[in-house]
């Protein structure tokens, strides 16, 4: 598959999983299980230029969404804890953290 695709389909499915999740108390854990496993074996098959480029981006999307699995499942619940190890910076505050301009608003 060429990389791009790879990258859009990370992508879709870390921005999928934060929508899903978002201020959720009822979410298919067998589903979520899967989801969250198969996002981090992407990350780790994407290439450290590609993870130097978009790691900012990752950090957002997956840090709101490791914000509301904070709330609904705790911290240190494994599967927060798996969204957790792909964000390299700053964790959010709330689920809510929208304050980044996209690239085609600036």
Do not use: C
């Not at 921005?15 to 990350?43: H, P, Q």
């Not at 950090?59 to 792909?86: E, F, H, I, P």
């Amino acid at each position: 598959m060429h990389l791009f695709a790879q990258i859009y389909e990370f992508a879709a499915s870390a921005g999928a999983l934060e929508g899903y999740v978002y201020r959720r108390e009822d979410a298919d854990m067998k589903a979520l299980t899967s989801w969250i496993a198969n996002l981090k074996t992407a990350y780790g098959l994407l290439p450290q230029e590609v993870l130097h480029e978009v790691q900012g981006s990752i950090d957002q999307t997956l840090g709101r969404a490791w914000k509301s699995l904070d709330l609904s499942l705790g911290q240190d619940n494994d599967l927060a804890q798996t969204v957790k190890s792909m964000i390299k910076g700053r964790l959010p505050e709330t689920p809510d953290e929208f304050q980044k301009k996209k690239w085609y608003e600036e």
